[in-house]
């Protein structure tokens, strides 16, 4: 998985202390994890961090950068997929590891952004660069590598298999359905009975 970062959260003027940084994000994600989007403010990070109100919108202009932020950062050591010669075993873990990372805390907090973004289009423009696009890029690259090697189909709408194994996720997430390893197994199947090139 690539590195994700939330651009905009870059400072303007001096450098970001680091302590007083971590010690922000570290207390965003807790009251994430406690209250989801919905009672999440930057008065209240400012409170759990000890960190001054006006220092944390100078480094995060607004409670959605820091959220996005503060869940990518607690998301990607949990993201571990490294790609191998094996693309339809690659495909298999790349969706298991998606699922065991948002099987929990990560998946409430990433319905509850999910959720917002509908009604702020900034949560929804960051959303999408820093996490939905990252992700799409890498396992598109997956899908095309199958292509390319002729293990998926030639004709493989590469976009469409994507919507279908993300949106299935998503929609379990929004409707606080639960995400399990049996329920990962029976995903694979479903998009790759109609990709691979011999069937399956």
Not at 115 to 131: G, H, I, N, S
Not at 143 to 172: K, N, P, Q, T
Request: a neutral charge; proline letters at 6%; aromatic letters at 8%.
């Amino acid at each position: 998985m690539p590195d994700i970062t939330v651009k905009q959260s870059s400072p303007v003027g001096r450098p970001r202390n680091e302590p007083a940084r971590q010690a922000v994000l570290k207390a965003a994600y807790s009251i994430l994890v406690e209250n989801e989007l919905n009672s999440f403010s930057i008065d209240g990070v400012a409170q759990r961090s000890g960190v001054a109100r006006t220092t944390i919108y100078r480094w995060w202009p607004t409670k959605g950068i820091l959220a996005i932020e503060s869940f990518l950062q607690a998301f990607r050591p949990q993201l571990v997929y490294t790609p191998t010669s094996d693309v339809v075993a690659d495909l298999k873990r790349l969706v298991h590891s998606l699922v065991n990372a948002l099987n929990g805390p990560a998946g409430r907090i990433a319905a509850s952004v999910v959720a917002e973004a509908q009604r702020d289009p900034e949560t929804r423009r960051l959303f999408v660069e820093a996490f939905s696009e990252p992700l799409r890029e890498e396992s598109g690259q997956l899908l095309a590598r199958g292509i390319a090697h002729g293990e998926f189909r030639a004709d493989l709408d590469v976009s469409l298999m994507l919507d279908a194994m993300v949106g299935a996720i998503y929609w379990r997430l929004l409707l606080c359905q639960p995400l399990s390893s049996q329920w990962a197994d029976a995903l694979c199947e479903l998009l790759l009975r109609g990709s691979l090139a011999d069937g399956i």
